[in-house]
């Protein structure tokens, strides 16, 4: 099965690739708050926009699989933008959010796909309280896929068998996907703790 | 042969539900080095024997390990091999997969990197420490399953079907594998040609019971 893992960039050799995680994640700290504290002119947001370009091509990130994925998670934020517009002054406030957003969405995109998933886990880990959210991250990356190939599995039964699934069935298959995972989890556990785990 | 008893099971019974009993009064011993395979119908208890042997499952009865009634400090003796590796694979890196039971089971940190490759080496997996395990195929999953427990040199390995869903060279490969590693085994298979290849000695189980038993000098006539 075909998966679209986030980190898939970050095997290739490329600019950011090469650049450590620390500094990475320090780069697009400022970078994010620069870009909330320059004027609002168009003309302070255009070294931005050719920094992201940059990033693009010296990377090795294709444009149209980058631009997918930004506008995923930029088609929820439109939606609040746009009705900035009914207020006073609300043309200006819509251009500016959507291009900070626009900018700063498309710099994590661009950091995070260029980072090992392993790499930025243990840089969480060291910020104050990091250990759990790290711990957490790495089981939902390491069982996603696996949740994914399972909802798969039982939806390619459902077709075999001569139902094409509905909203009703992908309620019916997502409840299945919960018992059958619930069960996975207590194996994992008994894994864990054959291995010496214990709960603390 | 050597002697020296390594698991004694006494008694055991253990049930999901009350009364509907999974295994009923089961008694066994296993020698030292020595490789007793389970046979059995689906359902008949096999896996559910080494989950309870290994400490996993509340039993009725006694699992001796070494003369000693099951404890948690005797769990660094014993490895255990789940069926699916990606129940047993479960961290981002293989390097921390293979890590995991040695970090546990307090080895020196500095010996670990050492610990892991050698441990990867020995499955023929060398150079995959930075692998991410969902990249892997199944039988590469197996076979990280596999340095992750040999990796902290239990002496007892308590295996679930190993060679489940494995190609015909895998299969092989990993028997191999299996065979070469000097420890006391416990192997719950539905695999026949792979418990008479290796083991010196075949259990049947059904219902919950133990039926029969083989040795390998009565079957190695036949094959």
Known sequence: ????????????????????????????????????????????????????????????I???????????????LIVLFFLSIFKENGLRIFIFSFLKSLISISLVFLFVMTTKMFFLLEFIKKVPAGFLISEVFSFLYRYFFLLQDEFEKMKRGMISKGKDPKLKDYFLLSGNLFVRNYERSERVLKAMISRGWRIK | MENKIKIEVKNLSFCYEEEKYVLKNINLKVYENETVCIIGENGSGKTTLLLCIAGLLKYKGE?????????????????????????????????????????????????IKEIVENSLEKVGLYGFEERVPHHLSFGEKKRVSLASIISYNPEILLLDEPTLGLSPLSRGNFIN???????????????????????????????????????????????
């Open chain 1, 1 to 60: 099965m075909k998966h679209h893992f986030i980190d898939r960039f970050a095997y290739k050799r490329g600019f950011l690739q090469e650049v450590n995680t620390g500094l990475k994640i320090f780069l697009l700290v400022l970078l994010i708050l620069s870009l909330l504290l320059i004027p609002e002119k168009i003309i302070f947001y255009v070294p931005f926009i050719i920094l992201v370009f940059m990033f693009l091509i010296f990377s090795k």
């Open chain 1, 62 to 76: 294709p444009f149209i699989y980058f631009l997918k994925r930004v506008l995923i998670i930029f088609s929820f």
């Open chain 2, 63 to 111: 699992v001796k390990i070494d003369g000693e009634i099951f404890s948690e400090d005797l769990r660094k003796k014993m490895g255990f091999l789940f069926e699916n590796p990606d129940d047993a694979l479960f961290m981002p890196r293989v390097f921390d997969d293979v890590a995991f039971g040695p970090r546990n089971f307090g080895f020196e940190e500095k010996r």
């Open chain 2, 177 to 223: 594998l299996i065979k070469n590693i000097r420890a006391t085994k416990l192997i719950a298979t539905h695999d026949l040609e792979m418990a008479i290849q290796i083991g010196d000695r075949i259990v049947l189980i059904d219902e919950g019971e133990i039926k029969k038993e083989w040795r390998r000098e009565l079957y190695s006539i036949f094959f």
